[in-house]
């Protein structure tokens, strides 16, 4: 069965279906091993297309219902009005619909996946926050599109699932430069790191202060995907290991008929 972790705020309301799939519970072999859910991976197309529907599955929808995209670490948002075919995904880095019975996903494997709902009017939304989306407003864009659905700026609740934490998360002044070119008052989202011209990120606590700054009520997941090897996929670690194929497991949000 696949496996997920569930964010308080979303649990809360009975209409809605959301997980934050692990790695566990799918059918893929290997470094994709066990429910790898990206679709443009290197994996066995059947294996990952097993896995997706897995999840589906555990959010109570068809698997054809489960909607995707080919993220791009941008800000764009697709609205759904219908389901796409997996070979024919919007290029963006998150998704809304007012529709019932269709689950919104976006696959992550250190970045961050916000998941977010109105559910009191049935508008709901996913987005793949890596920084560089982040910093350039992609989670105000979703609420923003969220807003056109019919959404109410002060009932959307939003949650950031597992991602890599501040401890494991080491940048360089790239990074750091572009995220306080932006706001100076975010430099408390980095910490001293261990060697010089480096700095340990709060991406989830970045995530989160930009969502209540737009006017949603945010929650973080306690998850590090980095430090939990078992559990969840990461780039972080792939690319300390030396590299080589990987997965990313899927979070994904649904609001029922």
């Known amino acids: 069965m696949a496996e997920f972790v569930t ?3 979303l649990a809360a309301h009975a209409g809605l279906a959301h997980g934050f799939f692990t790695r566990r519970g799918g059918v893929s072999a290997g470094p994709f091993a066990a429910l790898n859910c990206s679709v443009s991976s290197k994996d066995d197309p059947d294996a990952v297309r097993e896995n997706r529907r897995r999840a589906a599955d555990a959010l109570g929808v068809p698997g054809g219902a489960l909607a995707g995209l080919t993220q791009v670490h941008g800000i764009d948002v697709a609205v759904l009005d219908a389901p796409w075919p997996d070979t024919d995904r919007p290029r963006a880095d998150a998704l809304v ?3 019932p019975g269709i689950a919104l996903g976006v696959v992550t494997a250190d970045c961050a996946p916000v998941l977010f709902a109105d559910a009191e009017s049935g508008v709901i939304g996913a987005a793949h926050a890596g920084w560089r989306s982040a910093v350039g407003g992609v989670l105000e ?3 923003e599109a969220m807003l056109t659905l019919g959404a109410r700026r002060s009932r959307i609740v939003a949650a ?7 401890p494991s ?4 002044a790239d990074l750091r430069d572009a995220v306080l070119a932006r706001d100076a008052a975010d430099a408390r989202f980095f910490a001293d790191g261990a060697r010089p011209d480096r700095w340990q990120f709060d991406l989830a606590g970045y995530c989160a202060a930009r969502l209540v700054a737009a006017g949603a009520a945010a929650e973080v997941t306690p998850h590090d995907t980095l430090a939990l090897e078992d559990v969840f996929f990461s780039h972080r670690r792939r690319t300390l290991a030396g590299g080589g194929p990987i997965g990313h497991q899927l979070s994904a949000i649904a609001i029922g008929g």
């Open 7 to 9: 964010a308080e705020t």
């Open 97 to 99: 619909t007012r529709r």
């Open 141 to 143: 864009a979703t609420i």
């Open 160 to 166: 950031v699932g597992p991602c890599i934490r501040q």
């Open 169 to 172: 998360y080491e940048v360089a």
